[in-house]
């Protein structure tokens, strides 16, 4: 038989009044009461009606969280963070991985709108979808832009990108390659190759743009580079294994910066130079600006600017 509030009520010995003012994260309650009641929810595995609460205008304190994929150790921990805080805040999170996707984002996007989700973040690549531009929910994007209206949480992309290509000239390199992903996204990581050409123009050095999808990298590494600006962390370790092959040394022939810099992947490879991106300071401020807009709340212009970056040496 399925648990009912008065069953909950009944098993904490408080009023069905009480479980609903925990239920809807009311301060005034003492934590004993509100233990209490978490106590007998979890015994009776009671689990309030998401859908019910939304049509009674009480929010689901559900929301939603779509990302590009979780095999990318930057997005796991983004995602981890972005769902431990907002359980803090009493919100649970629906995780959906978009596989880069647009039939399956627009699934995901239904299946969100149906369950009435309080909120939305967002880091699709699939920028062409009209949904976003429709949504009534609010939402907050992560490195995309989805629409003039939905205010977009990012890295300062450019900072990184000069940090890159500087770690490479310091280390005498004269043949630079920027790999750079081209989704036609207008995304701010564009950013990133603006920040390492200008960098190095001012040191007189060259740098290649390429673009990852049209790229074979055995056929194009190590060739005449000795310097490569890497748009993820993955791919960097990638192209090492691709010049170790050649007989190249990381540290000594060439020098790869990665990008992200996840706990992962700063654990598995220390040797590997990389741009660490805050994640914790991302979550925090994705969450602060949907919390704004649930409320209501203006959004102040200091939440739009970038969150600072920094250099990962591995040396």
Known sequence: MVAKLSDVARLAGVSVTTVSRVINNYSSLSEKTIQKVHAAMRELNYQPNALARAMQGKGSKFVGLILPNLTNPFYAELSNEIEYQLFQRGYKTIIASSAENEAIEHEYLAMLS??????????????????????SAPIVSFDRRLAETIPTVTSDNYQGGQLAAQYLADHGCQKIAVLIDEDRSYSPTVNRLQGAVDYLTQVHLQADPLDVNDLDLRAVFPGEYDGVVAPNDLLAMQIIEVFKTANRQLGRDCWIVG?????????????????????????????????????????????????????????
Request: charged share 15%; aromatic share 4%.
């Open 259 to 315: 990008y992200d810099g996840s706990q992962l992947i700063q654990k598995l490879a220390p040797q590997l130079p990389t741009i660490v991106q805050p994640s914790h300071q991302l979550a925090m401020r994705l969450i602060e600006i949907l919390m704004h807009q649930i409320q209501g709340l203006p959004i102040e212009p200091e939440l739009m600017n970038p969150l600072p970056v920094y250099l990962h040496s591995g040396e």
């Open 114 to 135: 149906a369950n009435q989700v309080d909120g939305i973040i967002s880091s699709s690549h699939n920028l062409a979808i009209k949904e976003y531009q429709q949504l």
